[in-house]
């Protein structure tokens, strides 16, 4: 089995000296390259193809959001994982909601890391246990939210899961063994339920619910 393939981008040499380090720990995954910004993460993502980019999102030049942004639109099949000082859930859903796979602080343990590099490279979403619970609605606002999920049919939630995880109408047709236009049907069918029409709510709502992977 090919090893996962990972190139680490941050500003600070010694930090990715030391995730570099964590990551030739895990079994299965190797660093291939190196970017101290966004432009030359872009450059080496599209010389070096790596499987996953762990990227950071304060840079100069290029912002981490921007550079995500471009990676998920030139390079659908790569995997991000926004790795960042900043623990707030804003910045989580703005990763999440961007194309990223996972978000996680840099102040996660290895074992975490290992864990984020896992699940997103299984095709789930990951999301820092630390922010996770700074995602927990109230209980009244949980229980609405939760009310509202009944009203969707067990292909509507399925249709909602594979949005939140990135994947494009192709993708989830060819995941559900229906055609593309059935699929853009149930969208629309699920956003006017929920009462949501941007794909960044709809991730939002699938991470308050529980319907994708945080842990």
Do not use: C, W
């Not at 964590?22 to 910004?37: F, K, P, S, T």
């Not at 249709?159 to 699929?183: C, D, M």
């Not at 969208?187 to 794909?199: C, F, G, K, W």
Request: aromatic share 2%; charged share 25%.
């Amino acid at each position: 089995m090919n090893p996962t393939r990972v190139l680490l981008v941050d500003d600070h040499v010694l930090v990715r000296a030391g995730i570099r380090v964590l990551v030739d720990m895990i079994e299965g995954v190797e660093v291939v390259g190196e970017a101290g910004n966004g432009s030359e993460a872009l450059r080496l993502t599209e010389e070096l193809q790596p499987d996953l980019v762990l990227l950071d999102i304060t840079m100069p030049g290029l912002s981490g959001f921007s550079t995500l942004e471009q990676i998920a639109s030139q390079f659908p099949k790569v995997r991000v994982v926004m790795l960042t000082m900043h623990e707030a859930r804003e910045y989580a859903m703005q990763a999440l909601s961007g194309g990223a796979a996972g978000f996680i602080p840099k102040s996660a343990a290895s074992t975490e890391l290992r864990q984020a590099i896992e699940t997103v490279m299984g095709g789930k979403t990951y999301l820092s246990h630390e922010t996770a619970l700074e995602n927990r609605p109230a209980t009244a606002k949980a229980a609405q939210e939760q009310e509202i999920l009944g009203r969707l049919t067990p292909r509507q939630r399925q249709i909602l899961i594979l949005i939140a995880e990135g994947k494009s109408t192709k993708e989830i047709a060819g995941s559900l063994n229906i055609s593309g236009k059935t699929v853009e049907s149930h969208r629309a069918q699920l956003s006017e339920r929920l009462d949501i029409h941007d794909v960044a709510g709809l991730v939002r709502f699938a991470i308050k619910t529980n319907l994708i992977n945080v842990e």
